[in-house]
């Protein structure tokens, strides 16, 4: 079996971490495989909603320790550069909503990836854990940039510097994640989400997520100036036209994603 599989049905693709028996931590070949699955994800039109998740009982480990040592391992350098920051960078770049659901255990790069998906949901035995500390190295994938953004400094410091085991309950409670189902109801409930997600104006969702993007470090009067642009820009798509014709009509609307 492929570390990582794609399934496309009704405009959602998802995508699941394949290497149960190793808690689907990473090794290259499934970092770059990765990569490949978000790019063809990125322009496949008929995609209106990826969902990242885990096959088995982890949603990911993080990086495959034993790579580490084998043979010919990849360097730091590469791990970084050529496996982690692509795979992130490709997500917050995605120009079409991304859902993490957290189906178990989220650690090291693992929960890194896990964050910057647009929408992060996890089933209530899920778990979170900034592992780097515990054997040396620094919250990568991102970590140190978006958990004291979605946390606080406070917090973030202390679970980077712990590296304690954050439920999801608890990671719901702090807004590191959107929201925390139960076991019985993780599946149905992911499921209408992205199907929602699916449905909806994807421009506008791209250029909301354009926006976001740019607010962690635009200055107020910058990200009015943005949203002047890219509100002009939503408002050119026929998905606008139907929103507000439906609306006046008293009607479903049909979005086409364009
Ligand atoms: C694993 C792993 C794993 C290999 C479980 N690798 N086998 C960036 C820069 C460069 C280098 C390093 O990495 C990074 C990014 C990072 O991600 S650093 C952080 C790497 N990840 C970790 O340190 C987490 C290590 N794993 C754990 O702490 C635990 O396994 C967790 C808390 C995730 C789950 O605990 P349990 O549910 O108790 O499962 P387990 O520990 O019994 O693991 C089950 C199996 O999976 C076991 O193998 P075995 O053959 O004994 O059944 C583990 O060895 C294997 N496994 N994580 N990362």
């Known amino acids: 079996m492929a570390p990582v599989l794609l ?5 959602v693709a998802t995508i699941t971490l394949n290497r149960p028996d190793k808690l689907n931590a990473f090794n290259r070949e499934m970092a770059l495989l990765l990569q490949n699955l978000l790019d063809q994800c990125h322009t496949d039109i008929a995609i209106r909603c990826v969902l990242l998740t885990g096959a088995g009982k982890a949603f990911c480990a993080g990086q495959d320790l034993a790579e580490l040592v084998g043979e010919n391992p990849p360097s730091m350098q590469q791990i970084l550069s ?8 490709r997500i917050r770049q995605m120009p079409k909503p ?4 957290i189906n178990g255990v989220a650690a090291g790069a693992g ?11 996890a089933t209530e035995t899920a778990s979170f854990i900034q592992a780097f500390s515990k054997i040396g190295l620094i919250p990568d994938s991102g970590g140190t940039y978006l958990l004291p953004r979605l946390i606080g400094w406070q917090k973030a410091s202390a679970l980077a510097m712990l590296g304690d085991k954050v439920s999801a309950a608890e990671a719901e409670k702090m807004g590191m994640i959107y929201k925390c189902f139960t ?3 993780f599946e149905s409930s992911i ?17 909301t997520k354009q926006a976001l993007n740019a607010s962690f470090t635009n200055t107020y009067e910058a990200q009015l100036a943005l949203e002047d642009v890219l509100q002009q820009q ?9 929103g507000v014709q439906a609306f006046l009509e008293k009607r479903l609307p049909t979005f086409k994603g364009y």
């Not at 050529?82 to 960078?89: G, K, L, R, S």
């Not at 939503?234 to 139907?242: G, H, K, L």
Request: net charge negative; glycine share 4%; charged share 10%.
């Open 191 to 207: 499921q209408k989400m992205a199907t929602q997600l699916a449905q909806m104006p994807t421009q506008g969702l791209a250029l």
């Open 111 to 121: 929960a890194n990836i896990a964050l910057c998906a647009d929408i992060v949901v």
């Open 82 to 89: 050529e496996h982690y920051n692509p795979i992130v960078t």
């Open 234 to 242: 939503a408002a050119q798509t026929q998905d606008y036209n139907e």
């Open 183 to 185: 076991q019985e109801d």
């Open 7 to 11: 399934s496309v049905s009704n405009g």
């Open 98 to 101: 991304v859902v993490a659901a």
